[in-house]
């Protein structure tokens, strides 16, 4: 059955009534009536720093940042590890064997250079310098991926940031009302988690350092803990499950979503080049597509395809525009920007979804007739 969203919380929604929501929120300005349009451009411009403002004013939900900040850390710390381990390797190859390549005569001056080579001054001065030049390039590199990678790691510990604000919103998390299919609370959920990932991480470590056929037989460590868990907690098993056919499907469809705002931008580059008006465009079109990627989650969450997508996001094209604009700013910030900004772009995309009318994504025969719209 295709989804019906609620004018207000955007779950699926078929009758008049929202059992999700019941049309009202706890959170003021989501109570407040539809906005009109230029209202609705200022919440795309505000919905980052009003994300980052429930972030900061929730409690319990910041320890949920953590992990995929220290994951992201540990992944460029290994990468960094590695990649001078080959900067190394390579000088060390390189470094001069003997004199007899730089034809000196005999003197203070071959004594002098005897001297460097015996005690590795040549060879150190050489990976300095190329340590250097590798630690500039490597900062440059990991300043403008930070984001990408954080945003990656961060996806399913923001999914239950905003179950737990939507919970306070509307007095249940709607998508664990429709979909979650066992009572196992989140809290053990969570700590079993935890549990398979740290011996999972800990496999993964002995499969890199030891040598094979050691490494193969630590790797199989981790089906063995996902098995022995699952079989000593039953429903854990379920709710794994569940979220792997849920994570799947929400990667499927974001896929699709980022290759088509990749092909919005690569089809419309030509707009950067026309006078005038031509990049003030090609920076809407580039909010758009940044918008419809941050608002992932949210959509998600709801189980919208991505035509219900594509249709909420034309239908509201200015507001989610002003948002994917202010959001790509803040972006560009180095290393503050992601860390910060990630966080409050999703939390803030999610109440611009609940903020925005989405009564043109139902049928006509069961839309809700809004109040009228503020000036």
């Not at 990627?293 to 395809?305: E, G, Y």
Request: aromatic fraction near 10%; charged fraction near 15%; proline fraction near 7%.
């Amino acid at each position: 059955m295709p989804t019906v969203p609620c004018h207000l919380c955007g779950y699926d929604s078929p009758d008049a009534e929202c059992v999700h929501c019941g049309h009202t929120s706890a959170e003021p300005s989501l109570a407040d009536p539809r906005p009109g349009i230029l209202l609705a451009i200022l919440d795309g411009l505000r919905a980052v720093p009003t994300g980052l403002f429930l972030l900061a004013r929730t409690s319990g939900v910041k320890r949920f940042l953590v992990p995929p900040f220290v994951l992201t850390l540990a992944l460029f710390a290994v990468l960094f590890w590695w990649a001078w381990g080959g900067l190394s390797a390579l000088l060390d190859a390189a470094h001069l064997q003997d004199l007899s390549a730089l034809d000196l005569e005999a003197g203070w001056v071959r004594d002098a250079a005897t001297w460097l080579i015996e005690k590795q001054v040549v060879v150190w001065t050489a990976k300095l310098s190329g340590g250097l030049v590798f630690l500039l390039a490597s900062s440059l590199v990991a300043l403008y991926t930070f984001s990408v990678a954080y945003e990656a790691l961060s996806g399913p510990f923001l999914d239950e940031i905003q179950g737990r604000l939507e919970e306070r919103w509307f007095g249940r998390n709607p998508r664990n009302t429709i979909q979650r299919p066992t009572e196992l609370g989140v809290n053990r959920c969570i700590a079993l988690s935890t549990i398979v990932g740290a011996v999972a991480a800990a496999a993964v470590a002995a499969w890199w350092t030891l040598s094979a056929p050691a490494a193969w037989l630590a790797l199989l460590a981790v089906p063995l803990v996902v098995a022995v868990t699952v079989v000593l907690e039953r429903e854990y098993g379920v709710w794994l499950w569940w979220v792997v056919r849920v994570e799947g499907h929400t990667l499927w469809v974001s896929v699709k979503a980022s290759i088509l705002a990749l092909l919005v931008l690569v089809m419309f580059f030509w707009l950067k080049f026309v006078p005038v008006i031509g990049y003030a465009l090609f920076v809407a079109l580039a909010g758009f597509s940044t918008a419809i990627t941050l608002l992932d989650i949210p959509f998600s969450r709801r189980q919208w395809p991505l035509e219900k997508r594509l249709q909420f996001v034309v239908h509201q094209f200015l507001p989610t525009v002003a948002y994917g604009a202010v959001a790509s700013l803040l972006f560009l910030i180095p290393v503050l920007g992601p860390i910060l900004m990630v966080p409050a772009a999703s939390i803030g995309g999610q109440w611009l979804v609940c903020r925005l009318d989405k009564s043109s994504l139902r049928p006509k025969d069961v839309r809700v007739a809004a109040p009228p719209p503020q000036a």
